[in-house]
Structures are given as structure tokens and as C-alpha cells.
């Protein structure tokens, strides 16, 4: 039997780095450490990417290092600006449809309480299973971040890391990219230690 990844349909869900909001959101980059991993494993799996900005002619455009939508980077299936909280746009909406019925949504992004939760709680509605990585995620006080997690462990999504989640998206060691994968996980070896001792302590 041919190797077969284990989940299926993935999505990746990148929401609102942007550059206005490094100095107050808690670990701010370390949240981008991680979605620059799961973005350059996105590249490598083919995964889509999703990105939002929340009110950018105001707070501006997403962080540079993320290379998103610009000559030679990270090329996104949609990439909208918002006013809702979650990422749950039209455009986002008319993306999503092209690529199937039930997608597999991991999310990164700020802020942990507010659109990260209200982006997942609105794909479980509409019956799409959701990834909240809890080493890629958080908000101005990290004294939300907890809570918002275990809020979204109730409603069914399933909060893991980012090293979890890519283990678990590729799922058998001899499927073609999995040796790329693996040079991902080394090269980011000792930022995801760092990433998991600030965002994620027991």
C-alpha cells in the first residue's frame, strides 16, 4: 500500500501578524518563528495558505519576514483585509470553496481570545475540523491566552503544536516529502525549544 499522508485536505490559517502589533502582543516573535515554519512546510506539502490583516489601511500590512504575497515568497491562496474579527471573509469564503467541502483548518496568528477563537469556533459550524497550534498563537495579555484554549478544547478544536501538527499531517515516514519535513523540523530545532519554553509552560 502506498504511503498516504494522515490528514486530509489541510488549511493553512494565518491571522493578523502584522507589523503594527509586534510591540504589543506577548512573544510576538515567536509567534512569527512558527508560522514561518508551518509556512515553509505549507510550501513543501502544497498546502494553501489563507492570510488576513485586520483593518491594514489603519494597522498596516502583515510582518515582511512572513514573505507573504510579494516577488519570490510565500505565494497564498487568499489574502484579505478585514473589519470582522474572525477570518471568515467573502474572499476567504470563495477560497475555501474551491478546495472541497470539509477541510482540515490549522491556525497561527493574534490575537489567541478574539480571532483566532472566533475564526475556529466559526469553521467547526461549518463542519471543517480545526487545529489551534498553541506554540503559534497569542495576544496582548497572555493571561487570555489559557483561557481562550481551553474554551476552544470544549467546543472541539483540537489545540496541539506545531511539530505535533506536521508529524501528524504527513503521517508516514515514507511518503515523498518527508525528508523535507524532517530538515524543517532540525532547522528549527532550537527555535521551536525557545517558541514551546515562552508560549507554551506547563
Known sequence: MAA?????????????????????????????????KLLRASQILDIPVFATTQNAPRLGP????LGLDVPGGVQTAVHADKTLFSM???????GMAS???????VIVGIETHICVTQTAIDLLREGHKVYVIAD???SCNKEEIPIALARLRSEGVVVTTSES????????AGIEEFRQI???VKESHQSTKDVLQTLCKI
Open 62 to 65: 502583515t510582518c515582511p519576514e
Open 136 to 138: 503559534g498563537v497569542s
Open 99 to 105: 478546495l472541497g467541502s470539509r477541510l482540515s483548518c
Open 4 to 36: 498516504q499522508r494522515r490528514i486530509t485536505n489541510p488549511a493553512l490559517f494565518i491571522c493578523d501578524l502584522q507589523e503594527k502589533f509586534r510591540p504589543a502582543i506577548h512573544e510576538f516573535p515567536q509567534v512569527i518563528k512558527t508560522a514561518q
Open 88 to 94: 471568515l471573509t467573502p474572499e476567504v469564503r470563495k
Open 165 to 172: 501538527w506536521l508529524y501528524e499531517c504527513v503521517g508516514d
Open 182 to 184: 524532517i530538515g524543517v
